[in-house]
């Protein structure tokens, strides 16, 4: 047998696998049967194998297939220690952002909370902030926070141009960033820019519920200055959606009726003229500050239902229509003890109030109307019944005059017990002076606590007020 031949039959030098044998490892021993011990045995008996190669054919494991399982190892440990730091800093970016900017040096929360602290000290905070703020740039070129911080300490070393432009532009980057839009809003306030002003404005009562309450006061002031309160009329005139919130807590805290009656009367003319619920706050104003006429008159232009009687007193007498959260329709308030409901009947059909009392001791007085009657007498009347309704004295009609001493000038038979429907009737007369308005009010009539105590139901309807002779008349405002 000649060399060639040996060679061949051998297939290799001892200790050295052939071609044939790593190629196959390689595979895993695809298309080999058996079990794997046996087809390592197998294969370890035809070809000579080292220590190093014996242990990788024996697992069955390939070097490719280590080199993959030891990258993806790699991966997940460092996958896995990312989100380790990624949370820890999470959890103290608000308390010790210092400590978490070293977790995850790019933390926004951390690098927003410690440029929040460091602004507040004003020892050392313009050049700490300025490497704090270049630092982050360079991971986040679009940070405004970063653009808005490096603003503020151009301002401090007097470069007002500088810090004008990278406030501007960190504005243009984030209209949710309250710091940023409150520096942008106090600065368009000192200019006098009252226009810009309100667009941060706008932006900052979009971005935060705890805004409003901050920001009320200064906007509140745009009444003082008629440049201001130009401007703003313009921008409610394009009603933002915190329009009904600004007008209905301006009509109860501004002490200057005037410039409120300024600006409803420049959105009146406007495109978009208040709703009715935006008038309500200002009518149920002029009626707390006893312009009873004038809110009235408006309540009747701007906010009264359709279909109601206007020259009818009171308004709405037969419960018919929905109250609309002004004196001048049925104020309806809910008291512990006491439930209140507008029901329908059916037999004949109309309208009632219906109160139910829970037996607990109540202060009643929470059916009620404004009215307008001039000097003279009326005579109130009315459908009532009750369903074991159990009071000490019962309740009934009061008749008072809104302003002055506060007078009672009628007041109806009591109701309790149980009683079918049937008519109540009272005559009264208007005073000639200090009760230009009256208050119509379904009262609970009680001279002690324990008199405050009420059970059962009671119910009226088809309530009428109506001149009792040629002196008095009829209001309609």
Request: charged share 20%; with cysteine.
């Given at each position: ?20 044998g ?40 390939g ?17 896995g ?21 070293a977790?995850s ?20 905070a ?52 309250a710091?940023v ?6 600065r ?58 600004y ?6 805290r ?42 009235r ?42 439930d ?7 037999d004949?059909?109309?309208t009632?109030?219906?109160l ?5 001791r ?10 307008l ?15 074991s ?14 302003e ?5 000038v ?39 606590q ?28």
């Amino acid at each position: 047998m000649t060399a060639l031949h040996k060679l061949r039959s051998a297939g290799s030098r001892p200790g050295r696998p052939s071609k044939r044998g790593l190629w196959a490892r390689y595979l895993g021993f695809i298309g080999s049967a058996g079990s794997q011990s046996s087809r390592s045995q197998d294969f370890s008996k035809s070809v000579p194998l080292g220590p190093r190669d014996s242990f990788f054919v024996w697992k069955g494991i390939g070097f490719v297939q280590m080199f993959l399982v030891t990258l993806t190892v790699v991966a997940i440990a460092w996958l896995g220690w990312t989100i380790v730091k990624d949370i820890t800093a999470e959890g103290l970016a608000e308390a010790r952002p210092r400590e978490a900017l070293a977790w995850s040096p790019h933390n926004i929360r951390a690098f927003n909370r410690l440029s929040e602290l460091e602004l507040s000290d004003s020892k050392n905070a313009p050049e700490f902030v300025k490497a704090l703020s270049q630092r982050a740039l360079v991971s986040r070129p679009i940070d405004q926070r970063a653009l808005f911080l490096l603003g503020w300490v151009a301002e401090r070393q007097g470069d007002s141009a500088s810090s004008d432009r990278l406030m501007a532009l960190a504005g243009s980057r984030s209209w949710s960033d309250a710091l940023v839009q409150t520096w942008l809003y106090d600065r368009a306030i000192k200019h006098a820019a009252f226009a810009d002003a309100l667009v941060h404005a706008d932006a900052l009562l979009r971005s935060s519920n705890q805004m409003p309450d901050i920001i009320f006061p200064s906007l509140a002031a745009f009444t003082a200055s008629p440049a201001a309160l130009d401007q703003l009329i313009q921008f409610l005139a394009v009603p933002p959606p915190w329009r009904p919130w600004y007008l209905s807590r301006l009509s109860s805290r501004l002490a200057n009726r005037n410039r409120l009656e300024t600006l409803y009367a420049g959105l009146a003319r406007s495109l978009h003229q208040p709703t009715p619920d935006e008038w309500k706050p200002y009518v149920n104003r002029l009626a707390s500050d006893q312009q009873f006429a004038q809110a009235r008159q408006i309540w009747k232009e701007r906010i009264a239902p359709a279909g109601g009687d206007l020259a009818a007193t009171p308004f709405n007498g037969d419960f018919a229509l929905p109250p609309d959260g002004t004196p001048f329709n049925w104020l309806l308030s809910s008291v512990q003890g006491a439930d209140i409901n507008l029901v329908k009947l059916t037999d004949p059909e109309a309208t009632a109030v219906r109160l139910q009392f829970s037996g607990a001791r109540v202060d009643f007085g929470n059916v009620a109307q404004l009215l307008l009657l001039l000097p003279g007498e009326y005579t109130l009347s009315g459908l009532q019944k009750a369903e074991s309704l159990e009071t000490a004295r019962g309740i009934g009609w009061n008749l008072l005059c809104a302003e002055g001493t506060k007078q009672s000038v009628a007041f109806s038979d009591l109701l309790s017990g149980s009683r079918p429907w049937g008519a109540f009737q009272v005559k009264f007369r208007i005073p000639d002076q200090g009760c230009t308005a009256q208050w119509l009010r379904l009262e609970l009539s009680a001279r002690t606590q324990s008199e405050k105590r009420i059970e059962g139901q009671a119910w009226y309807k088809s309530l009428r007020i109506e001149p009792a002779g040629p002196a008095g008349t009829r209001s309609g405002g």
